[in-house]
């Protein structure tokens, strides 16, 4: 009975995190690359997760055994209705018709998945009441099996990326889903009859003999308290601290460490073993050492957010991610050891599901519009420390009210005096500043350990007075965020350059001189491929229309001449509102009068609205950001830009990229387009051209010709013809392999 109750959580929890993946790639090129998308369509998810939990706490209770189960397979048999997983056509119509995108896509997830994905997402808690109504021993706690289902969700968090993305296309794992699909639901109606035999034999007390606790059995008994609000509210606040967790490391990575292809499967991978293993049948990791070991590592992540260290990156990784373990294992344990009786089983799966959503929310929703940067980070770390239970053993709390107060303001003081005192103590060597600043302060800080409250607004004092004081020099000359991320203009060389920095990429960089703030610099220098490119294609029929995807800075502006037309397509408006603002970047209001445009939206869908053979130039510098939109790298994508161009025009791609080596992607669209394409990585930078403003970069040249490419193959020149690699297989709007591309070395 174990094996068949766990297994058809396993293989649910499994179709919950495979279908996720693969319907957001699927709507991601009608809609483009807007992180709009995937933040849409998680918020989707969590909502719909929330309402088929909300359906198993009803289901319990309508009546019999046999009603229960009748009524369930009805409910899972309509979900077949809509596999395998399509769109249909007159969706695609109104979103031509020009419907709002985000209510278009909520409502072609509701008709494409809404069904069978709120039908998955029943099991969970609707098997486990359905346990707890058999005759087995462990029936009176049943929530051993929600570890089941965690390791199902983990192993398809894994294995999407390595097996399921390389191997298949859409319509493959689309299949693949609906026989997993045929398979569980006849595995819930194995359950649900074992289920129904099993209620017809309950003694006359209704319930069955409660099961003998075996000696080995190290987790705690279910909390018989009465549901109170109280102690819903408790559920909902467990769980809403390691979800916000989850999503803020994962955007703090991004925004200040290094935003690594993929390193968001870790969090969520820890997320969910931690619940594994505080609902498994034995505590595999004591409870004590968790507590214990939360505020060690809440003071060194103090130490490394308020002296904002940025190396080396593999350490501040690895200790981030132990924090975020260790709190989510104390918060999901005290979760897991507060759990109800059988008989409010589905409620408090229904409360710990809230939470998660909320979590996801904050995130993912609010916290983008109330901070300018990844507050909500370090924010959650306090509310974990707030959350520990006390260790303390002092009877007598009437009198440390105010302590618990009192002390955490003097700390914040002491940091603010000694932040101050650094300033003109060690002008010259900031790690000196910040360990005199920081050390004392997180020894005192220590000493109020066993108390959770005063802790951690000891912590929240120190992070408060460390980030406000202690960096006043290094402060950027703005800072502000939104949907798309973090955007900073920082001021380098002794205030000779401005710098654009959309989380830790480098977006473009102008002298502040001007005498030189007409050159452009950092990957569009003109002694690199981009001068190359500009000079090259004005020698070989004069360029007048140029379309670039990227604005950046608006560095290549520099490169516009009179009578020529420059489009620049930008999703983001707080890129186009620091490249416009003259007193961050000149690069646009310098360029020759009505020589750029700027058109607003995601580039793939916005240039089709162009006319057919209008650019003779198309630049792709959408790249260089570690997260890349593969939407504008596909066969689909390259066929809509050659639509665009004229018969000589050329498409130009830039993927200088720290983590992920894009050549042979470019080379494998040009073979399948039938089109010649060069390369040229312009990595040897000597110390003079550093000082000039230029790094290094990697670019691309596509044409249809190749006498149309023949200026850039000059004597002495970077370009060399790009060789494609015969096993890599072209990227298109349903295939791509993000792992093939990355750099492990």
Same mark, same amino acid.
């Given at each position: 009975?174990?094996?068949?109750?766990?297994?058809?959580?396993?293989?649910?929890?499994?179709?919950?995190?495979?279908?996720?993946?693969?319907?957001?790639?699927?709507?991601?090129?009608?809609?483009?690359?807007?992180?709009?998308?995937?933040?849409?369509?998680?918020?989707?998810?969590?909502?719909?997760?929330?309402?088929?939990?909300?359906?198993?706490?009803?289901?319990?209770?309508?009546?019999?055994?046999?009603?229960?189960?009748?009524?369930?397979?009805?409910?899972?048999?309509?979900?077949?209705?809509?596999?395998?997983?399509?769109?249909?056509?007159?969706?695609?119509?109104?979103?031509?018709?020009?419907?709002?995108?985000?209510?278009?896509?909520?409502?072609?997830?509701?008709?494409?998945?809404?069904?069978?994905?709120?039908?998955?997402?029943?099991?969970?808690?609707?098997?486990?009441?359905?346990?707890?109504?058999?005759?087995?021993?462990?029936?009176?706690?049943?929530?051993?099996?929600?570890?089941?289902?965690?390791?199902?969700?983990?192993?398809?968090?894994?294995?999407?990326?390595?097996?399921?993305?390389?191997?298949?296309?859409?319509?493959?794992?689309?299949?693949?889903?609906?026989?997993?699909?045929?398979?569980?639901?006849?595995?819930?109606?194995?359950?649900?009859?074992?289920?129904?035999?099993?209620?017809?034999?309950?003694?006359?007390?209704?319930?069955?003999?409660?099961?003998?606790?075996?000696?080995?059995?190290?987790?705690?008994?279910?909390?018989?308290?009465?549901?109170?609000?109280?102690?819903?509210?408790?559920?909902?606040?467990?769980?809403? #601290? +390691?979800?916000? &967790?989850? $999503?803020?490391?994962?955007?703090?990575?991004?925004?200040?460490? %290094?935003? !690594? @292809?993929?390193? /968001?499967? #870790? +969090?969520?991978? &820890?997320? $969910?073993?931690?619940?594994?293993?505080?609902?498994?049948?034995? %505590?595999? !990791? @004591?409870?004590? /050492?968790?507590?214990?070991?939360?505020?060690?590592?809440?003071?060194?992540?103090?130490?490394?957010?308020?002296?904002?260290?940025?190396?080396?990156? /593999?350490?501040?990784?690895?200790?981030?991610?132990?924090?975020?373990?260790?709190?989510?294992?104390?918060?999901?344990?005290?979760?897991?050891?507060?759990?109800?009786?059988?008989?409010?089983?589905?409620?408090?799966?229904?409360?710990?599901?809230?939470?998660?959503?909320?979590?996801?929310?904050?995130?993912?929703?609010?916290?983008?519009?109330?901070?300018?940067?990844?507050?909500?980070?370090?924010?959650?770390?306090?509310?974990?420390?707030?959350?520990?239970?006390?260790?303390?053993?002092?009877?007598?709390?009437?009198?440390?009210?105010?302590?618990?107060?009192?002390?955490?303001?003097?700390?914040?003081?002491?940091?603010?005096?000694?932040?101050?005192?650094?300033?003109?103590?060690?002008?010259?060597?900031?790690?000196?500043?910040?360990?005199?600043?920081?050390?004392?302060?997180?020894?005192?800080?220590?000493?109020?350990?066993?108390?959770?409250?005063?802790?951690?607004?000891?912590?929240?004092?120190?992070?408060?007075?460390?980030?406000?004081?202690?960096?006043?020099?290094?402060?950027?000359?703005?800072?502000?965020?939104?949907?798309?991320?973090?955007?900073?203009?920082?001021?380098?060389?002794?205030?000779?350059?401005?710098?654009?920095?959309?989380?830790?990429?480098?977006?473009?960089?102008?002298?502040?001189?001007?005498?030189?703030?007409?050159?452009?610099?950092?990957?569009?220098?003109?002694?690199?491929?981009?001068?190359?490119?500009?000079?090259?294609?004005?020698?070989?029929?004069?360029?007048?229309?140029?379309?670039?995807?990227?604005?950046?800075?608006?560095?290549?502006?520099?490169?516009?001449?009179?009578?020529?037309?420059?489009?620049?397509?930008?999703?983001?408006?707080?890129?186009?509102?620091?490249?416009?603002?003259?007193?961050?970047?000149?690069?646009?209001?310098?360029?020759?009068?009505?020589?750029?445009?700027?058109?607003?939206?995601?580039?793939?869908?916005?240039?089709?609205?162009?006319?057919?053979?209008?650019?003779?130039?198309?630049?792709?510098?959408?790249?260089?950001?570690?997260?890349?939109?593969?939407?504008?790298?596909?066969?689909?994508?390259?066929?809509?830009?050659?639509?665009?161009?004229?018969?000589?025009?050329?498409?130009?791609?830039?993927?200088?990229?720290?983590?992920?080596?894009?050549?042979?992607?470019?080379?494998?669209?040009?073979?399948?387009?039938?089109?010649?394409?060069?390369?040229?990585?312009?990595?040897?930078?000597?110390?003079?051209?550093?000082?000039?403003?230029?790094?290094?970069?990697?670019?691309?040249?596509?044409?249809?010709?190749?006498?149309?490419?023949?200026?850039?193959?000059?004597?002495?020149?970077?370009?060399?013809?790009?060789?494609?690699?015969?096993?890599?297989?072209?990227?298109?709007?349903?295939?791509?392999?993000?792992?093939?591309?990355?750099?492990?070395?």
């Amino acid at each position: 009975m174990v094996v068949l109750f766990s297994t058809t959580l396993f293989l649910s929890a499994a179709l919950l995190f495979w279908v996720q993946p693969l319907i957001a790639k699927m709507l991601l090129p009608l809609q483009g690359g807007s992180p709009a998308v995937w933040n849409t369509c998680m918020v989707f998810f969590q909502a719909t997760l929330l309402a088929g939990y909300a359906y198993a706490h009803w289901s319990a209770r309508i009546g019999s055994a046999g009603k229960q189960v009748l009524a369930h397979l009805a409910v899972l048999f309509t979900a077949f209705w809509f596999l395998p997983f399509s769109i249909p056509s007159w969706i695609l119509l109104q979103l031509e018709k020009g419907i709002d995108p985000s209510i278009w896509l909520l409502l072609c997830l509701s008709l494409v998945v809404g069904v069978p994905f709120f039908v998955v997402s029943t099991t969970a808690p609707l098997l486990q009441r359905w346990f707890a109504g058999t005759r087995h021993p462990d029936a009176d706690d049943p929530y051993f099996l929600y570890s089941a289902g965690n390791i199902g969700s983990l192993l398809a968090l894994l294995g999407y990326p390595l097996f399921g993305e390389p191997l298949l296309r859409l319509q493959e794992q689309g299949r693949i889903w609906a026989f997993g699909y045929a398979a569980l639901f006849v595995s819930i109606a194995a359950c649900g009859t074992v289920f129904w035999r099993s209620s017809s034999l309950k003694s006359a007390s209704g319930t069955f003999p409660s099961s003998v606790k075996k000696e080995h059995d190290l987790k705690p008994a279910i909390s018989t308290e009465p549901v109170s609000w109280n102690r819903r509210a408790r559920w909902i606040g467990f769980a809403f #601290v +390691p979800s916000s &967790l989850m $999503l803020g490391v994962t955007n703090f990575f991004a925004t200040d460490i %290094a935003s !690594i @292809p993929l390193l /968001w499967v #870790v +969090p969520l991978a &820890l997320y $969910l073993s931690t619940f594994t293993l505080v609902f498994a049948r034995r %505590a595999w !990791i @004591p409870r004590n /050492w968790m507590i214990r070991a939360l505020p060690y590592g809440a003071l060194a992540l103090t130490f490394l957010l308020a002296s904002k260290a940025t190396e080396p990156v /593999w350490l501040l990784i690895l200790f981030h991610l132990l924090f975020f373990f260790v709190a989510s294992m104390v918060c999901h344990a005290r979760l897991a050891d507060d759990r109800p009786t059988t008989a409010h089983l589905t409620e408090f799966y229904l409360w710990m599901s809230l939470g998660g959503v909320l979590g996801g929310i904050f995130n993912a929703l609010l916290s983008p519009n109330l901070f300018n940067r990844v507050w909500e980070y370090p924010l959650m770390i306090i509310v974990a420390c707030l959350l520990r239970p006390d260790t303390s053993k002092d009877e007598n709390k009437s009198s440390l009210g105010i302590l618990d107060f009192g002390r955490p303001i003097l700390l914040g003081a002491l940091t603010v005096g000694l932040a101050m005192g650094t300033a003109k103590w060690f002008p010259d060597s900031a790690p000196m500043r910040n360990l005199v600043t920081l050390g004392l302060p997180i020894i005192l800080c220590f000493t109020m350990v066993e108390r959770s409250l005063r802790f951690g607004l000891g912590l929240a004092a120190i992070l408060i007075a460390g980030g406000l004081f202690l960096n006043q020099q290094g402060k950027p000359l703005f800072a502000d965020r939104n949907f798309f991320g973090v955007s900073r203009v920082t001021v380098g060389q002794e205030g000779r350059i401005h710098q654009m920095f959309h989380g830790n990429t480098l977006h473009g960089r102008q002298f502040t001189d001007a005498q030189r703030r007409k050159e452009p610099l950092a990957y569009f220098h003109k002694n690199g491929p981009l001068g190359d490119i500009m000079r090259g294609i004005n020698l070989d029929h004069g360029m007048d229309q140029v379309a670039v995807i990227g604005l950046g800075a608006g560095a290549m502006a520099a490169y516009a001449k009179p009578g020529q037309e420059w489009s620049y397509y930008e999703i983001d408006p707080l890129v186009i509102q620091l490249a416009t603002d003259p007193q961050y970047f000149t690069f646009l209001s310098d360029s020759p009068p009505n020589a750029v445009n700027i058109i607003k939206g995601d580039a793939r869908l916005q240039i089709q609205k162009a006319p057919d053979q209008e650019y003779d130039l198309i630049v792709l510098d959408a790249f260089s950001s570690d997260s890349i939109p593969v939407h504008l790298v596909t066969r689909e994508a390259v066929a809509l830009y050659r639509k665009k161009l004229t018969l000589n025009g050329w498409l130009a791609f830039h993927i200088s990229n720290r983590y992920l080596n894009l050549e042979p992607i470019v080379a494998a669209l040009a073979k399948d387009a039938g089109m010649h394409c060069l390369g040229w990585f312009d990595s040897d930078i000597s110390e003079v051209a550093k000082k000039s403003g230029k790094d290094p970069s990697h670019w691309v040249v596509m044409a249809t010709h190749l006498n149309n490419l023949a200026p850039l193959l000059s004597k002495g020149s970077g370009w060399t013809p790009v060789k494609e690699q015969k096993s890599f297989t072209v990227w298109t709007d349903d295939f791509s392999n993000i792992l093939s591309v990355l750099r492990w070395k």
